[in-house]
């Protein structure tokens, strides 16, 4: 089996599906948190001067996406089908979208601008994305999003709404059948410590 080296900042964001995947399929792999302090120093040594990227033995992989959805196929949990695979990546897409949709508001510097995207955020964009899930998990689930067994898009969903969750534990009230999928997602064997033990980010 290959060595696998997540290189990514101290915190969740786009490397959190990553080490979740690597929970999950529970392969082992190196875990390197790089500090605010550190990146300057580092950055020159990553292939594209950002993170996370991935190195699988001596080769290396950008593009937080791009790893999640090769290491999900390696791992068999990218779908059994190639329709599988596609609702699979659908709901991946659309948790992205939402992820895009909040970094508005945390790049957002203006006061004004940024109460008017918030109050939008709330009654209009999360619940239109949520609205959107359920019909994925009710269209194409039995408990989790794809068939009958946890997929990287139980891995996506679970963590964009992590961020939402802590910024408002009332979001998904609600949202009884998302409610209940969380609850399957964090009660996983491979997944339960993990989760309950990670250090809490704000993203």
């Known amino acids: 089996m290959a060595s696998y080296r997540l290189h990514y900042f101290d915190v969740r964001g786009r490397g959190e599906i990553v080490r979740m995947l690597f929970k999950l399929a529970q392969v082992e792999f190196e875990d390197i948190r790089v500090t ?6 580092v ?10 990227y991935l190195e699988v033995g001596e080769k290396q992989l950008t593009q937080s996406l791009t790893i999640a959805r090769y290491l999900a196929r390696e791992f068999g949990l990218a ?3 190639n329709w599988e695979r596609a609702l699979v990546e659908q709901v991946v897409d659309t948790c992205d979208d939402l992820r895009a949709e909040n970094a ?4 957002e510097r203006d006061p004004d601008r940024l109460a008017v995207m918030k109050s939008k955020m709330k009654d209009q964009i999360l619940p239109k994305y949520l609205n959107r899930l359920t019909k994925f998990l009710n269209e194409h689930g039995d408990r989790y999003f ?29 949202h009884e059948l998302l409610r209940g999928h969380r ?4 009660h996983h064997p491979n997944l339960s410590e993990y989760l309950s033990s990670r250090p809490r980010f704000v993203v």
């Open 183 to 186: 609850q399957l997602v964090e």
């Open 104 to 107: 508005k508001i945390i790049h």
């Open 36 to 41: 605010q302090g550190e990146w300057t120093d």
């Open 146 to 174: 794809v068939g009958s067994k946890i997929t990287l898009a139980d891995i996506a969903v679970h963590e964009v709404l992590t961020t939402f969750l802590q910024n408002d534990p009332s979001c998904l009230d609600k």
């Open 43 to 52: 950055k020159h040594d990553t292939p594209t001067g950002e993170l996370p």
């Open 79 to 81: 779908g059994d089908t």
